[in-house]
């Protein structure tokens, strides 16, 4: 069978990370994946820094959708959508916009799925603004004095009926939260409070009809004030659905008040071929660069990887003389970083040896909601995990975001006689696959399902060693009962590339988990995380 040009176009675009060769002379190509491997940084973590005045996206690998980034001085602090798993709201530091370490993370109780948050400070304070699916849909507010913490308890703001918050205040000193659809409501001087009705100010920009989209959803509006104007910027088109759905758009207006006057060049940002390396791209955040220049944070799906959620990525920004600014495209090239600023240490060890008291911050139950946290406990160098539920379905996971098309994992697990045990890649309650074992053998995980027994080998104890590699979307399983013994490999084999929001909804992503089901506890330690390329 002859390969035909187009088809080996979408076999490097489906493929992060294949081309290492130098193809910046290959003629007429649409799309060129990167020419060199991604940087690696943290067990082989691929990150953004290519470490010669470059970058290449996403500057947040994994799911980070709908970034709220504050400028704090020479800081930057960043937050996003965190939904159901917690804790939640991990707070990133930055102080060049292309390297960026974890604090902590600002959302300790189960509140509701949590969508689009925005981050703020004023008056010396900070304010997290964090709208919530749940029994009522409503809009919360926590506020700290210190960004990392403690922050205070989320309050309800009585916001039943939008999405999408961003705080903003007008020449006069007063507060406002803009909202979804093209709305606004007043904000009291203490930012906790609602003090007047919501009001509609904005009818967004439209689309032509004949545009794959998703939906019109006008939401995830950011605000800044320059050049005399306040620019307003935000999404429409829906976050998933077709590639060339999503996209940024613009306004402004000399006044909060309006009219608002729509940018002549919409949409700013948009994916317009499946051939892209980015899709669905949207949900910008301008801020300004530490040597005044200006670049925006948004967020996208990673071509044939809807797997791995919305990712942070990364894009110069420009005004142009007639005071509208416009956004430069991802071709999915190295780009030039941001001048000035230093990098911090970059991104977070996924191993992890269980060592002191407390789980290290990128550990989230990824379902369940209250009383989780009370199941774990961290000692002697090992995760206790009292176990609940019957399985993965109904006893909620413990796990990671990563970021990576190819990695492993391995640990160690030992349990008492009435527990299962699982690791798996998790997307939800209902779509999950990976491998169980309990005291007489082991439980295949597909399809968000626990079937029956696929091996039942002699001498299984309730101490043994699980390994997962999932190396672009094809996951095997292997388990050993120590270190002396070769790695089994399970008999299955599994794809998982349909294990995603455009399949089961959710707007999650793929997740490294394990669980403990039954009655008793489990004990895990000796995790390691590599990524394979």
């Not at 935000?234 to 976050?239: D, E, K, P, Q």
């Amino acid at each position: 069978m002859t390969l035909q040009r187009r088809d080996l176009l979408a076999l490097l675009a489906a493929s992060p990370g294949l081309a290492a060769a130098d193809c910046s002379d290959a003629p007429g190509l649409p799309y060129l994946p990167p020419c060199q491997p991604w940087p690696q940084g943290l067990e082989g973590q691929r990150k953004a820094d290519l470490g010669d005045g470059r970058y290449l996206n996403p500057v947040l690998a994994g799911d980070r959708p709908d970034p709220s980034v504050l400028k704090d001085g020479d800081d930057y602090y960043l937050t996003h959508s965190s939904f159901e798993a917690l804790p939640g709201l991990l707070i990133w530091h930055s102080r060049d916009l292309v390297n960026w370490r974890p604090l902590a993370n600002a959302l300790l109780e189960p509140v509701g799925s949590v969508w689009a948050p925005d981050l703020c400070k004023h008056n010396g304070r900070y304010y997290l603004y964090l709208p919530v699916k749940a029994q009522p849909n409503d809009i919360l507010v926590t506020w700290a004095d210190r960004i990392e913490g403690p922050w205070s308890r989320p309050q309800p703001l009585g916001l039943h009926k939008h999405i999408d918050p961003t705080h903003v205040v007008g020449e006069d000193g007063q507060r406002w939260l803009f909202l979804s659809g093209g709305d606004r409501v007043k904000l009291s001087a203490d930012g906790l409070r609602v003090a007047g009705a919501v009001e509609h100010v904005y009818d967004p920009w439209r689309y032509p009809e004949d545009w794959d989209v998703e939906a019109f959803s006008p939401e995830g509006p950011k605000m800044l004030f320059h050049g005399g104007w306040w620019h307003m910027v935000l999404a429409v088109g829906g976050t998933a659905g077709p590639p060339t759905g999503h996209m940024v758009i613009a306004a402004r207006s000399r006044s909060l008040d309006g009219p608002w006057e729509q940018a002549p060049h919409n949409p700013l940002m948009r994916t317009r071929s499946s051939r892209e390396r980015w899709w669905s791209r949207g949900h910008g955040s301008l801020v300004q660069g530490p040597q005044g220049d200006w670049w925006m944070l948004y967020h996208g799906y990673e071509n044939s990887f809807h797997t791995l959620g919305r990712q942070t990525l990364l894009a110069p920004a420009r005004f142009s003389a007639d005071g509208w600014f416009h956004v430069d495209a991802d071709d999915g090239r190295p780009l030039a970083k941001p001048r000035g600023g230093r990098a911090v240490p970059h991104g977070m060890p996924l191993s992890d040896d269980f060592a002191g008291s407390t789980l290290k911050t990128h550990w989230q139950f990824l379902s369940g909601g209250a009383g989780q946290m009370a199941r774990v406990r961290v000692a002697d160098g090992q995760l206790h995990l009292r176990a609940t539920g019957k399985d993965p379905g109904d006893s909620p996971p413990l796990g990671f975001i990563q970021g990576d098309p190819a990695f492993e994992v391995e640990l160690d697990a030992d349990f008492d006689e009435g527990v299962q045990i699982g690791l798996m890649m998790f997307y939800g309650p209902r779509l999950y696959a990976g491998m169980g074992a309990h005291a007489k053998g082991y439980r295949l995980l597909r399809y968000g399902q626990d079937l029956r027994a696929a091996a039942r080998p002699a001498g299984i104890e309730r101490r043994l060693q699980l390994k997962l590699k999932c190396v672009r979307h094809v996951l095997t399983l292997y388990s050993r009962l120590d270190a002396s013994q070769p790695w089994a490999k399970f008999p299955v084999q599994m794809d998982v590339s349909g294990y995603h929001h455009n399949v089961a909804g959710g707007f999650a992503s793929l997740r490294p988990a394990l669980y403990a089901a039954g009655q008793g506890t489990a004990r895990f330690s000796n995790l390691r995380y590599r990524a394979l390329g």
